[in-house]
């Protein structure tokens, strides 16, 4: 069961970025798995943080309306 919720996440993951520009999912994997904070995301991206703020609101709204 555990690796059958593993191949789910996966699933949804690769069908929430293949359509999303690379620093989508760097900005997602920096603030959420790593724990960083929007400056500190802002930061290692190169980005300012309303930037950020923003990619990272375009993400939460983008993957809502995903029909999976």
Do not use: P, W
């Amino acid at each position: 069961f555990l690796l059958f919720r593993l191949m789910v996440c996966l699933y949804v993951l690769e069908k929430l970025f293949s359509s999303r520009d690379s620093k989508d999912s760097l900005i997602a994997t920096l603030h959420f798995v790593d724990g960083l904070t929007l400056e500190e995301t802002a930061e290692q991206i190169g980005m300012s943080v309303s930037g950020v703020r923003k990619r990272i609101s375009e993400l939460k709204k983008f993957s809502a309306s995903m029909n999976i």
